[in-house]
């Protein structure tokens, strides 16, 4: 209990002693994770578009024009007993060319001089999300559009590579970006303790002359870490809660396309930047206050 009240007194007297210096740490650690964050919070958008976009997404078999009833039977079938399909619609010629009308409008009238209906009658196979990377969906298309009866497969094929070709960067890049960003902050809080370790020499040469033991001496060392760590993580949590109310607001008002890509960020966020924050302090400390030898 003694040790523990020391060590806080001691703490908070040094953090205030040298408050400049332990203003730039807080605000060096508190830049740092809220870059980190910020690109996590980008990486989940992207995530999240990906998902919603996958519930959609499908596969279109187009059948050849001279294929019969029963062979679009048996495909319907074929199509219904895969594992890998979880919704199959039909579109005949017909429908094919009523949705191609609504969807002209008032341009339709261009159709009106045909003279039998160009469009063939197509499937719509909606696959399972777990299955939409690009290389199983390109092979799931092959497989089809090797079906007799079948005449082409369309899918989106580069729009598909292109959306997770960008989601792995990000993940990629937020590992990436996370470690160095992570061993910054170990070495700014590093730096820190060692300064405050070096102008505390002299008091530290005194307690182990008067037979103070290893952790009363660190202790102290400790705690500012990780209050200093903990205090640049809840204004880092401030400045993504900021970004994300200001965006979520304001900049929706002016580019609502922008909602399509914002994921709903969960709250437990901001209580684990602090302790990250936090954590990541301890270990610079840890290693700063392993100088001190006896």
Do not use: H
């Not at 048996?74 to 979880?86: C, E, H, P």
């Not at 159709?111 to 390109?138: I, R």
């Not at 092959?142 to 729009?159: R, S, T």
Request: charged fraction near 20%.
């Amino acid at each position: 209990m003694k040790i523990a009240t020391y060590s806080l007194q001691t703490s908070f007297t040094s953090l205030w002693r040298e408050k400049w210096i332990n203003i730039l740490t807080i605000l060096s650690i508190s830049i740092g994770l809220s870059l980190i964050t910020t690109f996590l919070m980008l990486t989940m958008s992207m995530d999240s578009v990906l998902q919603r976009w996958a519930k959609n997404f499908g596969l279109v078999a187009y059948l050849d024009g001279e294929i019969g009833s029963t062979e679009e039977n048996a495909l319907k079938q074929r199509f219904s007993g895969d594992a890998d399909i979880v919704e199959v619609r039909y579109i005949s010629k017909d429908q094919a060319l009523k949705e191609l009308q609504q969807t002209l409008g008032s341009n339709a009238l261009i159709l009106e001089g045909l003279n039998e209906n160009p469009l063939p009658s197509s499937f719509e196979l909606k696959l399972k999300s777990s299955l939409l990377e690009p290389e199983m969906v390109k092979r799931k298309a092959i497989e089809i559009e090797q079906l007799p009866g079948v005449d082409e497969v369309q899918y989106g094929e580069k729009w598909l590579s292109s959306l997770y070709a960008i989601s792995s960067a990000m993940k990629i890049g937020a590992v990436v970006i996370g470690c160095a960003i992570f061993i910054a902050i170990t070495f700014i809080t590093y730096s820190t303790i060692k300064i405050f370790f070096y102008r505390r020499k002299e008091e530290i040469e005194t307690l182990k002359l008067l037979g103070a033991t290893r952790i009363f001496i660190r202790l102290p060392f400790l705690l500012e870490g990780l209050i200093i760590g903990l205090v640049g993580g809840i204004l880092s949590s401030l400045v993504l809660y900021g970004i994300y109310s200001f965006t979520s607001l304001k900049v929706v008002e002016f580019l609502p396309s922008v909602r399509l890509f914002m994921a709903d960020l969960p709250v437990q966020v901001y209580l684990i930047v602090p302790l990250a924050g936090a954590l990541v302090s301890v270990i610079g400390s840890f290693i700063a206050v392993g100088k001190i030898r006896y």
